[in-house]
């Protein structure tokens, strides 16, 4: 969601229409009878390029696609993001690439952590107070591996490998969505007094800019 977040603020709403209280309140109904999961399968009817790009977990976008076809009988992919950046800020947009070899072995170690650290007693925890599959916080990365086990489908060794190949996964796509984006500077996470010196230029013209747009006209 926040990659989704970031690209709008960077190039601004698309054209979309506002809001719809009833409507919404319609779905968040259905979400709270039917859960996630119905509502997500119901956006990849009407709109599948939006359940392409939503996660099953997402509840506040999924409702807010299925409100924008309810109100227009349009997609909500279907009302594009504008092509530039906007005109009334300036970015600077740096990306950190990491080796994939070394961006792999990290996220696997950081899985390794996680259930060094007690994530499967914290996951009974969670099942034994009444938390469901459905429920919006079970849907991520580390949680909703665990249904699968449920079904009788894995071992909890098989569970940490699906946990790891879902992260690296999810890792790929941000990548390719943030190389998708324009003028972003890339450096490796190593590259500190590099980043600092982009930003202090950065800054640098920002303020120098600034200076001079304030001063009267007989003193630019």
């Not at 039917?34 to 790009?53: H, M, Q, T, W």
């Not at 800020?89 to 690439?97: D, Q, T």
């Not at 190389?179 to 996470?189: G, I, M, Q």
Request: aromatic share 12%; with cysteine; proline share 5%.
């Amino acid at each position: 969601g926040t990659a989704f977040y970031l690209r709008n603020f960077i190039f601004g709403l698309p054209a979309s229409p506002p809001g719809d209280l009833e409507i919404r309140e319609e779905l968040k109904q259905l979400y709270i009878e039917k859960g996630i999961l119905f509502l997500y399968n119901k956006l990849k009817e009407v709109d599948p390029r939006s359940a392409e790009r939503i996660e099953a977990a997402d509840s506040y976008r999924i409702i807010r696609a299925l409100e924008v076809f309810r109100l227009t009988g349009k997609p909500l992919s279907s009302f594009q993001v504008p092509a530039t950046i906007r005109k009334d800020y300036n970015f600077l947009l740096i990306g950190l690439n990491r080796d994939r070899v070394e961006l792999y072995k990290r996220i696997d170690s950081r899985v390794d952590r996680m259930f060094e650290r007690g994530l499967v007693k914290e996951i009974v925890s969670l099942l034994e107070r009444g938390y469901k599959r459905d429920d919006p916080g079970m849907q991520g990365i580390g949680y909703r591996e665990f249904f699968e086990m449920q079904k009788g489908c894995l071992s909890i060794g098989g569970v940490r490998e699906l946990i790891k190949r879902n992260s690296r996964r999810y890792a790929k796509r941000q990548l390719t969505f943030f190389r998708s984006l324009p003028e972003v500077l890339w450096f490796d996470p190593g590259q500190i007094t590099a980043i600092r010196e982009t930003i202090s230029r950065f800054l640098y013209m920002q303020v120098h800019k600034s200076l001079l747009d304030s001063l009267p006209p007989s003193f630019a």
